[in-house]
Protein backbone atom coordinates (compact mmCIF):
# COMPACT_ATOMS: atom_id res chain seq x y z
CA UNK A 1 0.00 0.00 0.00
CA UNK A 2 1.22 3.61 -0.56
CA UNK A 3 2.36 5.45 2.44
CA UNK A 4 0.51 9.08 2.91
CA UNK A 5 2.26 11.79 3.60
CA UNK A 6 1.57 15.32 3.87
CA UNK A 7 1.85 17.37 0.39
CA UNK A 8 5.53 18.88 0.74
CA UNK A 9 7.16 16.40 3.31
CA UNK A 10 11.12 16.67 1.94
CA UNK A 11 11.14 12.87 2.86
CA UNK A 12 8.17 12.33 0.18
CA UNK A 13 11.52 13.06 -2.84
CA UNK A 14 13.74 11.22 -1.64
CA UNK A 15 11.43 7.97 -0.60
CA UNK A 16 10.09 8.38 -4.63
CA UNK A 17 13.81 8.48 -5.97
CA UNK A 18 14.45 4.93 -3.70
CA UNK A 19 10.90 4.10 -5.74
CA UNK A 20 8.67 3.43 -2.41
CA UNK A 21 5.29 4.52 -3.41
CA UNK A 22 4.03 7.88 -1.88
CA UNK A 23 1.06 9.41 -2.00
CA UNK A 24 -0.11 13.14 -1.50
CA UNK A 25 -2.90 13.61 0.97
CA UNK A 26 -4.29 15.59 -1.56
CA UNK A 27 -4.77 12.12 -4.10
CA UNK A 28 -5.46 10.01 -1.01
CA UNK A 29 -7.98 12.05 0.30
CA UNK A 30 -9.80 11.56 -2.79
CA UNK A 31 -9.31 7.85 -3.18
CA UNK A 32 -12.32 5.52 -2.83
CA UNK A 33 -11.92 1.94 -1.99
CA UNK A 34 -14.15 -1.09 -3.09
CA UNK A 35 -13.57 -4.91 -2.61
CA UNK A 36 -11.31 -5.71 -6.35
CA UNK A 37 -13.29 -7.89 -8.99
CA UNK A 38 -10.71 -10.64 -10.26
CA UNK A 39 -11.35 -13.08 -12.28
CA UNK A 40 -8.99 -15.88 -12.89
CA UNK A 41 -9.18 -18.36 -16.33
CA UNK A 42 -8.06 -21.59 -14.74
CA UNK A 43 -6.68 -23.39 -17.98
CA UNK A 44 -4.52 -25.88 -16.00
CA UNK A 45 -6.12 -29.88 -15.51
CA UNK A 46 -5.43 -29.29 -11.63
CA UNK A 47 -7.93 -26.64 -11.02
CA UNK A 48 -8.32 -27.35 -7.57
CA UNK A 49 -4.35 -27.06 -6.74
CA UNK A 50 -3.88 -23.51 -8.84
CA UNK A 51 -7.04 -22.04 -7.32
CA UNK A 52 -5.09 -22.71 -3.69
CA UNK A 53 -1.69 -21.15 -5.48
CA UNK A 54 -3.38 -18.10 -6.72
CA UNK A 55 -5.72 -17.46 -4.30
CA UNK A 56 -2.83 -17.43 -1.24
CA UNK A 57 -0.85 -15.18 -3.47
CA UNK A 58 -4.29 -12.21 -4.24
CA UNK A 59 -4.98 -13.12 -0.37
CA UNK A 60 -1.53 -11.77 0.93
CA UNK A 61 -2.47 -7.99 0.64
CA UNK A 62 -4.79 -5.79 2.95
CA UNK A 63 -6.95 -5.44 -0.39
CA UNK A 64 -10.47 -6.66 -0.56
CA UNK A 65 -10.39 -9.26 -3.63
CA UNK A 66 -13.51 -10.97 -5.09
CA UNK A 67 -12.71 -13.78 -6.66
CA UNK A 68 -14.37 -14.97 -9.84
CA UNK A 69 -13.58 -18.56 -11.24
CA UNK A 70 -13.60 -18.90 -14.62
CA UNK A 71 -12.97 -22.16 -16.72
CA UNK A 72 -13.25 -22.64 -20.64
CA UNK A 73 -17.02 -23.35 -21.91
CA UNK A 74 -15.68 -25.00 -25.42
CA UNK A 75 -13.55 -28.03 -23.35
CA UNK A 76 -14.40 -30.89 -21.70
CA UNK A 77 -12.14 -31.17 -18.22
CA UNK A 78 -10.54 -34.49 -17.97
CA UNK A 79 -8.66 -34.11 -14.61
CA UNK A 80 -10.92 -31.81 -13.17
CA UNK A 81 -14.96 -33.05 -11.73
CA UNK A 82 -17.82 -31.33 -13.72
CA UNK A 83 -19.24 -31.11 -10.17
CA UNK A 84 -16.21 -29.17 -8.76
CA UNK A 85 -16.67 -26.59 -12.16
CA UNK A 86 -20.37 -26.30 -11.36
CA UNK A 87 -20.44 -25.49 -7.81
CA UNK A 88 -17.31 -23.01 -8.12
CA UNK A 89 -17.11 -21.81 -11.68
CA UNK A 90 -18.44 -19.36 -14.30
CA UNK A 91 -18.11 -19.50 -17.75
CA UNK A 92 -16.93 -16.35 -19.97
CA UNK A 93 -20.66 -15.77 -21.37
CA UNK A 94 -21.67 -15.84 -18.04
CA UNK A 95 -19.45 -12.75 -17.22
CA UNK A 96 -19.15 -10.93 -20.58
CA UNK A 97 -21.32 -7.80 -19.68
CA UNK A 98 -19.22 -7.26 -16.81
CA UNK A 99 -16.15 -5.70 -15.43
CA UNK A 100 -12.93 -6.71 -13.60
CA UNK A 101 -10.05 -4.98 -12.12
CA UNK A 102 -7.87 -7.59 -12.61
CA UNK A 103 -7.86 -11.00 -14.57
CA UNK A 104 -5.25 -13.84 -14.30
CA UNK A 105 -4.81 -16.37 -17.09
CA UNK A 106 -2.94 -19.62 -16.12
CA UNK A 107 -0.82 -21.98 -17.86
CA UNK A 108 -2.05 -25.02 -19.37
CA UNK A 109 -0.16 -28.22 -20.55
CA UNK A 110 -0.48 -27.62 -24.17
CA UNK A 111 2.34 -26.03 -24.97
CA UNK A 112 3.69 -28.31 -27.58
CA UNK A 113 0.73 -28.11 -29.63
CA UNK A 114 0.17 -25.08 -32.14
CA UNK A 115 -2.15 -22.60 -30.85
CA UNK A 116 -4.85 -23.43 -33.41
CA UNK A 117 -4.78 -27.08 -32.16
CA UNK A 118 -6.55 -26.01 -28.62
CA UNK A 119 -9.84 -27.10 -28.27
CA UNK A 120 -10.60 -24.17 -26.73
CA UNK A 121 -8.22 -21.14 -29.18
CA UNK A 122 -11.26 -19.55 -30.40
CA UNK A 123 -13.30 -19.01 -27.02
CA UNK A 124 -9.59 -17.90 -25.73
CA UNK A 125 -9.04 -15.10 -28.13
CA UNK A 126 -12.35 -13.88 -27.86
CA UNK A 127 -11.79 -13.51 -23.87
CA UNK A 128 -8.19 -12.06 -24.17
CA UNK A 129 -10.00 -9.13 -26.72
CA UNK A 130 -12.51 -9.07 -24.66
CA UNK A 131 -9.97 -8.10 -21.78
CA UNK A 132 -8.55 -4.95 -23.64
CA UNK A 133 -11.55 -3.08 -22.80
CA UNK A 134 -13.24 -4.92 -19.75
CA UNK A 135 -10.06 -5.54 -17.57
CA UNK A 136 -7.71 -2.77 -16.07
CA UNK A 137 -4.77 -5.52 -16.19
CA UNK A 138 -4.42 -8.75 -17.57
CA UNK A 139 -1.30 -10.97 -15.92
CA UNK A 140 -0.50 -14.12 -18.09
CA UNK A 141 0.96 -17.26 -16.82
CA UNK A 142 3.01 -19.89 -18.65
CA UNK A 143 1.73 -20.82 -21.33
CA UNK A 144 -0.88 -18.16 -21.09
CA UNK A 145 1.43 -15.55 -21.38
CA UNK A 146 2.66 -17.43 -24.82
CA UNK A 147 -0.96 -17.42 -25.65
CA UNK A 148 -1.15 -13.45 -25.03
CA UNK A 149 2.07 -12.48 -26.66
CA UNK A 150 0.52 -14.56 -30.11
CA UNK A 151 -3.01 -13.43 -29.74
CA UNK A 152 -2.27 -9.59 -29.06
CA UNK A 153 1.13 -9.16 -30.77
CA UNK A 154 2.14 -12.06 -33.01
CA UNK A 155 4.93 -13.69 -31.55
CA UNK A 156 5.65 -16.89 -31.87
CA UNK A 157 6.76 -19.79 -29.37
CA UNK A 158 9.89 -21.81 -29.97
CA UNK A 159 10.67 -26.00 -28.83
CA UNK A 160 13.42 -26.00 -26.20
CA UNK A 161 16.11 -28.95 -26.97
CA UNK A 162 15.63 -29.67 -23.33
CA UNK A 163 12.45 -28.96 -20.88
CA UNK A 164 13.67 -25.71 -18.53
CA UNK A 165 13.05 -27.40 -15.46
CA UNK A 166 13.59 -25.86 -12.50
CA UNK A 167 14.64 -22.68 -9.97
CA UNK A 168 16.98 -20.27 -11.72
CA UNK A 169 18.31 -17.11 -10.73
CA UNK A 170 16.64 -14.36 -13.18
CA UNK A 171 16.99 -10.18 -13.06
CA UNK A 172 15.57 -6.98 -13.31
CA UNK A 173 15.98 -5.57 -16.44
CA UNK A 174 14.11 -2.52 -15.96
CA UNK A 175 14.81 -0.55 -12.94
CA UNK A 176 12.12 1.12 -11.99
CA UNK A 177 9.31 -0.25 -13.02
CA UNK A 178 6.54 -0.45 -10.64
CA UNK A 179 5.96 -4.11 -11.21
CA UNK A 180 9.48 -5.13 -9.88
CA UNK A 181 9.34 -3.00 -6.86
CA UNK A 182 11.59 -4.27 -4.03
CA UNK A 183 12.68 -6.66 -6.19
CA UNK A 184 16.65 -8.03 -5.43
CA UNK A 185 19.19 -7.88 -8.09
CA UNK A 186 18.50 -11.36 -8.28
CA UNK A 187 16.05 -13.73 -7.60
CA UNK A 188 14.80 -17.54 -7.85
CA UNK A 189 11.43 -18.48 -9.97
CA UNK A 190 10.78 -21.89 -11.06
CA UNK A 191 10.38 -22.50 -14.75
CA UNK A 192 8.74 -25.77 -15.87
CA UNK A 193 8.75 -25.47 -19.79
CA UNK A 194 9.44 -27.01 -23.32
CA UNK A 195 8.91 -24.18 -25.49
CA UNK A 196 10.05 -20.33 -25.06
CA UNK A 197 9.62 -16.73 -26.23
CA UNK A 198 12.49 -14.70 -27.25
CA UNK A 199 13.45 -11.53 -26.52
CA UNK A 200 14.32 -10.60 -30.31
CA UNK A 201 10.94 -11.31 -31.03
CA UNK A 202 9.42 -8.80 -28.27
CA UNK A 203 11.73 -6.39 -28.56
CA UNK A 204 10.63 -6.23 -32.27
CA UNK A 205 6.94 -5.64 -31.22
CA UNK A 206 5.20 -2.35 -30.86
CA UNK A 207 4.59 -1.36 -27.13
CA UNK A 208 6.01 -4.47 -25.11
CA UNK A 209 8.98 -4.31 -23.41
CA UNK A 210 10.65 -7.14 -21.32
CA UNK A 211 11.21 -6.32 -17.31
CA UNK A 212 13.13 -9.00 -15.89
CA UNK A 213 14.64 -12.56 -17.17
CA UNK A 214 17.78 -15.26 -16.66
CA UNK A 215 20.83 -16.01 -17.92
CA UNK A 216 19.20 -19.74 -18.28
CA UNK A 217 15.68 -19.23 -18.53
CA UNK A 218 15.64 -16.50 -20.97
CA UNK A 219 12.09 -14.44 -20.45
CA UNK A 220 10.69 -13.89 -17.25
CA UNK A 221 8.14 -10.63 -17.49
CA UNK A 222 7.12 -8.84 -20.34
CA UNK A 223 4.65 -5.68 -20.45
CA UNK A 224 2.60 -3.39 -22.67
CA UNK A 225 3.83 -0.06 -21.70
CA UNK A 226 1.48 0.89 -18.66
CA UNK A 227 0.98 -2.70 -17.71
CA UNK A 228 -2.61 -3.23 -19.02
CA UNK A 229 -0.93 -6.18 -20.47
CA UNK A 230 1.57 -8.34 -18.38
CA UNK A 231 3.14 -11.68 -19.69
CA UNK A 232 5.08 -14.06 -16.98
CA UNK A 233 6.57 -17.27 -18.24
CA UNK A 234 7.68 -18.69 -15.00
CA UNK A 235 5.61 -20.43 -11.91
CA UNK A 236 6.01 -18.25 -9.04
CA UNK A 237 3.17 -19.34 -7.79
CA UNK A 238 4.09 -22.88 -7.52
CA UNK A 239 4.09 -24.27 -3.93
CA UNK A 240 7.23 -25.67 -2.48
CA UNK A 241 6.62 -29.29 -3.88
CA UNK A 242 5.25 -28.61 -7.40
CA UNK A 243 8.35 -29.32 -9.15
CA UNK A 244 8.94 -32.41 -7.12
CA UNK A 245 5.47 -33.53 -8.04
CA UNK A 246 6.07 -32.63 -11.59
CA UNK A 247 9.49 -34.83 -11.76
CA UNK A 248 8.55 -37.76 -9.71
CA UNK A 249 4.94 -38.08 -12.27
CA UNK A 250 7.32 -37.73 -15.20
CA UNK A 251 9.56 -40.52 -13.60
CA UNK A 252 6.99 -42.78 -13.03
CA UNK A 253 5.89 -42.83 -16.23
CA UNK A 254 9.29 -43.38 -17.58
CA UNK A 255 9.59 -39.96 -19.51
CA UNK A 256 13.01 -38.90 -20.04
CA UNK A 257 13.73 -35.91 -17.36
CA UNK A 258 16.75 -34.41 -15.99
CA UNK A 259 16.65 -33.23 -11.65
CA UNK A 260 14.93 -29.59 -11.46
CA UNK A 261 17.96 -27.47 -11.29
CA UNK A 262 18.76 -25.79 -8.36
CA UNK A 263 15.92 -27.44 -5.75
CA UNK A 264 17.28 -30.06 -4.59
CA UNK A 265 19.80 -29.67 -1.55
CA UNK A 266 23.16 -30.71 -3.79
CA UNK A 267 20.60 -31.31 -6.71
CA UNK A 268 20.60 -34.70 -4.68
CA UNK A 269 16.30 -35.60 -5.31
CA UNK A 270 16.48 -37.49 -2.35
CA UNK A 271 16.80 -34.98 -0.47
CA UNK A 272 13.77 -32.66 0.82
CA UNK A 273 13.33 -29.63 -1.75
CA UNK A 274 14.35 -25.96 -0.71
CA UNK A 275 11.72 -23.11 -1.65
CA UNK A 276 13.93 -20.16 -2.71
CA UNK A 277 11.27 -18.03 -4.89
CA UNK A 278 8.16 -17.88 -2.40
CA UNK A 279 9.14 -13.94 -0.98
CA UNK A 280 9.73 -12.52 -4.71
CA UNK A 281 6.15 -14.49 -5.44
CA UNK A 282 3.96 -12.11 -3.19
CA UNK A 283 5.93 -8.93 -3.71
CA UNK A 284 5.21 -9.91 -8.03
CA UNK A 285 1.46 -10.38 -7.13
CA UNK A 286 1.01 -7.87 -4.45
CA UNK A 287 2.76 -5.28 -6.92
CA UNK A 288 0.61 -6.43 -9.50
CA UNK A 289 -2.10 -5.88 -7.30
CA UNK A 290 -1.65 -2.79 -6.29
CA UNK A 291 0.06 -0.88 -8.60
CA UNK A 292 -1.66 -2.04 -12.41
CA UNK A 293 -5.05 -2.88 -10.90
CA UNK A 294 -5.77 -1.07 -7.46
CA UNK A 295 -3.92 2.19 -8.57
CA UNK A 296 -5.61 2.33 -12.22
CA UNK A 297 -8.97 0.94 -12.02
CA UNK A 298 -11.63 3.70 -12.04
CA UNK A 299 -14.01 4.01 -9.11
CA UNK A 300 -17.09 2.82 -11.35
CA UNK A 301 -16.51 -0.09 -13.09
CA UNK A 302 -19.15 0.07 -14.73
CA UNK A 303 -17.91 3.23 -16.38
CA UNK A 304 -15.88 0.84 -18.60
CA UNK A 305 -12.13 1.13 -19.47
CA UNK A 306 -12.08 2.58 -23.08
CA UNK A 307 -9.30 5.08 -21.35
CA UNK A 308 -7.30 2.31 -20.43
CA UNK A 309 -3.74 1.97 -21.00
CA UNK A 310 -2.33 -0.57 -23.40
C1 LIG B 1 3.64 -24.42 -20.05
C2 LIG B 1 2.66 -24.23 -18.95
O1 LIG B 1 1.75 -23.47 -19.00
S1 LIG B 1 2.98 -25.15 -17.56
C3 LIG B 1 1.40 -25.35 -16.91
C4 LIG B 1 0.88 -26.69 -17.16
N1 LIG B 1 1.26 -27.54 -16.06
C5 LIG B 1 0.48 -28.51 -15.65
O2 LIG B 1 -0.60 -28.74 -16.17
C6 LIG B 1 1.00 -29.34 -14.51
C7 LIG B 1 -0.06 -30.27 -14.01
N2 LIG B 1 -0.54 -31.18 -15.04
C8 LIG B 1 -0.17 -32.48 -15.12
O3 LIG B 1 0.66 -32.92 -14.37
C9 LIG B 1 -0.79 -33.35 -16.19
O4 LIG B 1 -1.35 -32.55 -17.20
C10 LIG B 1 -1.87 -34.30 -15.62
C11 LIG B 1 -1.19 -35.31 -14.69
C12 LIG B 1 -2.92 -33.54 -14.83
C13 LIG B 1 -2.58 -35.03 -16.77
O5 LIG B 1 -1.59 -35.53 -17.62
P1 LIG B 1 -1.89 -36.55 -18.85
O6 LIG B 1 -2.78 -37.66 -18.39
O7 LIG B 1 -0.57 -36.89 -19.43
O8 LIG B 1 -2.58 -35.62 -19.90
P2 LIG B 1 -4.10 -35.38 -20.23
O9 LIG B 1 -4.46 -36.24 -21.38
O10 LIG B 1 -4.96 -35.42 -19.01
O11 LIG B 1 -3.99 -33.85 -20.76
C14 LIG B 1 -3.58 -32.81 -19.92
C15 LIG B 1 -4.49 -31.65 -20.17
O12 LIG B 1 -4.29 -31.11 -21.47
C16 LIG B 1 -5.53 -31.03 -22.12
N3 LIG B 1 -5.39 -31.14 -23.55
C17 LIG B 1 -4.80 -32.10 -24.25
N4 LIG B 1 -4.91 -31.84 -25.58
C18 LIG B 1 -5.60 -30.68 -25.67
C19 LIG B 1 -6.06 -29.88 -26.76
N5 LIG B 1 -5.81 -30.20 -28.03
N6 LIG B 1 -6.73 -28.75 -26.46
C20 LIG B 1 -6.99 -28.38 -25.20
N7 LIG B 1 -6.58 -29.10 -24.14
C21 LIG B 1 -5.91 -30.25 -24.39
C22 LIG B 1 -6.33 -32.18 -21.54
O13 LIG B 1 -7.71 -32.03 -21.83
C23 LIG B 1 -5.98 -32.02 -20.08
O14 LIG B 1 -6.59 -30.89 -19.50
P3 LIG B 1 -7.99 -30.93 -18.72
O15 LIG B 1 -7.84 -31.80 -17.54
O16 LIG B 1 -8.20 -29.48 -18.37
O17 LIG B 1 -9.01 -31.43 -19.69
N1 LIG C 1 4.87 -27.56 -16.13
C1 LIG C 1 4.28 -28.48 -17.04
C2 LIG C 1 4.85 -28.36 -18.42
C3 LIG C 1 3.97 -29.02 -19.43
O1 LIG C 1 3.37 -28.06 -20.26
C4 LIG C 1 4.43 -29.87 -16.50
O2 LIG C 1 5.55 -30.28 -16.19
O3 LIG C 1 3.42 -30.55 -16.41
Known sequence: ???????????????????????????????????????ILNLMPTKETTETQLLRLIGNTPLQVEAVLLHPKTHTSKNTS??????????????????FDGMIITGA???QLPFEEVTYWDELKTIMDWTVDNVTSTLHICWGAQAGLYHHFGIPKYPLEEKIFGVFPHVVTKPNTKLMRGFDEEFYVPQSRHTEVRREDIDKAEGLEVLSESEEAGVYIASSRQGKQIFVTGHAEYD?????????????????????KNYYPN???TRFP????????NLLFSNWLNYYVYQETPYDLGKAQKHALL
Open 109 to 111: PVE
Open 267 to 269: NDP
Open 274 to 281: RSTWRAHA
Open 240 to 260: PLTLKWEYDRDKAKGLRIDVP
Open 1 to 39: MPIKVPDNLPAKEVLAEENIFVMDESVAYHQDIRPLRIA
Open 82 to 99: SEHLEAFYKTFDEVEEER
